[in-house]
Every structure is written in structure tokens, then in C-alpha cells.
């Protein structure tokens, strides 16, 4: 699952810094953590899995929609991960989004991101059993016998 596709990690770390949203995608599981910094006094952070969308325009309006009362965000970043879920920890962006979480002063939304990638570690689990046991899956070659 991990393959052989770079991943601009310095790159990947920069745009943490500056983004309110930042949305990291995985396209095997079709799935995407959409982290949204900011805050009121209400709400802290936002750290979600959701489905992933076609457009960054579909995935503000579904920000739109779980968070009304907050003005369109300033800066989205959308990063693919085309990577397993584990090298997030491993190169180190796991680290730099749970400090940049950190800075807001919202226990809370630390936590999400911890119950966050637990949660995508198991979704990853569950996609690798459906691989090999062919359910949702069709081999293109069959064994000769």
C-alpha cells in the first residue's frame, strides 16, 4: 500500500504552518481528515474523518455546513497521501499537526486527532482484509490450475 510515491514531506510541514483548514486525503480508503483550526468561543478546532469530495469547492461546502457561523477560511491546504497511514507518524506530519492543534489551547482537539488516526489505522486494517479476501475487490488474473 505504501508504493513507491514521494511525498514532499518539507513541503507538506510548510503548508501546516499557515493553513487554517488543512485536508489530507487517502485515496484508497476514499476517506479524508479535515482538520479546521479555527476557533470561537463556542467551538474549538474541527478534526474529522470524512468522505472524501470531488473539488475544493465541494469540501467548503460541506465546512459550510458543519461549521455555519464561521466565515469561508482564509487558506485550505488539500494534501494527497497516497501513502499508508502510519508514514504520517513515521515523517513526522502526525507530530506537526497535533503541535499545531496544541497552539490553539484546545485539549480537545488534540484528542480528536489521536481518536482521528485511530480511527484511519483501522479503516486502512479493514480496506487490506477486503484486498485479500477479493470482497469489493475483482483479480484481473486468475491462477492457471
Known amino acids: 500500500m505504501n508504493g513507491d510515491f514521494p511525498v514532499d514531506v518539507d ?19 476514499r476517506r ?4 479546521d483550526t479555527r476557533a ?8 474529522r474523518v470524512l468522505p472524501m469530495v470531488s473539488s475544493p469547492e ?3 461546502r460541506s465546512l459550510k455546513r458543519l461549521r455555519p457561523h464561521l466565515p ?3 487558506s485550505v491546504t488539500i494534501i494527497p497521501w497516497p501513502k499508508q497511514v502510519r508514514s504520517l507518524v513515521s515523517l513526522g506530519v502526525w507530530d506537526a499537526l497535533a503541535a499545531r492543534l496544541a497552539t ?9 486527532l489521536h481518536r482521528a488516526i485511530g480511527n484511519l489505522r483501522r479503516m ?3 480496506e487490506l482484509r477486503r484486498v485479500i479476501s477479493g470482497d469489493t475487490y ?3 488474473w486468475r491462477r492457471s490450475r
Open 138 to 140: 475483482q483479480t484481473i
Open 40 to 47: 470561537t468561543v463556542e467551538d474549538g478546532p474541527l478534526v
Open 58 to 60: 465541494e469540501r467548503l
Open 104 to 112: 490553539t489551547g484546545h485539549v480537545r482537539s488534540v484528542k480528536a
Open 72 to 74: 469561508r477560511p482564509d
Open 11 to 29: 513541503g507538506v510541514l510548510d503548508s501546516l504552518r499557515g493553513a487554517q483548514v488543512v485536508t489530507i486525503f487517502f485515496p484508497i480508503l
Open 32 to 35: 479524508s481528515l479535515v482538520i
Open 124 to 126: 486502512e486494517e479493514e
